[in-house]
């Protein structure tokens, strides 16, 4: 996602914007990296909801996403999905909601890894239905893809766009995406919102920021330079395969809804934190 949206903005302003992979604790190398660096705006940070989950798990992560960043835009978002082998009689979150509740030892729930949207998404139906599942950590969505295929593990909490192909092949049956609204890549699967758990919208977003304290004039400036390859039909065209709905929010927009992520992950990862 960063390689395309900044080969787009090189060309846009004529000055080549490198991409710099800092792997390390989850992202939170290479955020505290961006927190620490030039107010000028020219070291921006593009991640993913790390961002706002790995504080609200672990205390130590180094960075406060509400308070050491200016946000430039949300530049896309993408849900996760339940899903159950088609063997199963569930076809519906209410009936999911309904058999873990009536007996919860025999479900548990496959993820693609700890701390990961789709492992949090998970816990937050256990927070908001009031039930009972337990969480199968896997590396990866493959493997978890896997176990639910093979009938080793019941239910499955997974991103969106790994798990299309499974459920337009009929191998998976998605009951529902963690989105407002239903996406066209799959239009017959309902969204959480309209089967009544509204409190279950958890979607991955595109970040991008700024260091704290860059002047704002760069960031609107960034932000419209940004939208404008957003609108983009072929731009779009590719969020779209990849599984993403284009947003590009504004600065202000984006502030409120990193405000809003954090304070929603905090009462998940409390759950979560070695020693609670």
Known sequence: ???????????????????????????????????????????????????VVNPSINVDAGFNPTKDFSPITIAAASPNVFLVHPEQSITTMRQLVEAVRKDPTKFSYAHSGVGTTPHLSGELFKLTTKSDIVAVPFNGAGPALQAVVGGHTPVAVLAFPAAVPYIKAGTLRGLAVTSEKRLPALPD??????????????ETLIFIAAPVGTPAAITDRLHG?????????????????????????????????????FEKWKAVGSQLRPGQ
């Not at 903005?9 to 190398?29: C, M, W």
């Not at 290479?30 to 000028?40: Q, W």
Request: charged share 20%; hydrophobic share 40%.
């Open 189 to 202: 699967l309902p969204a959480v919102g309209e089967v009544g758990y509204p409190d279950l919208v958890a």
């Open 1 to 51: 996602m960063a390689r395309l949206l900044m080969q787009s903005l090189s060309e846009r302003l004529g000055k080549t914007f490198f991409i710099d992979n800092v792997a390390g604790a989850g992202g939170n190398i290479g955020t505290r990296n961006v927190a620490h660096a030039g107010k000028d705006g020219y070291t921006l940070l593009v991640t993913s909801s790390s961002f």
């Open 225 to 261: 330079e940004l939208r404008a390859v957003i609108e983009r039909s072929d731009i779009q065209q590719k969020f779209d395969s990849y599984g993403f709905t284009p947003m590009a929010l504004t600065p202000q927009e984006s502030a409120a809804r990193v405000s809003r992520e």
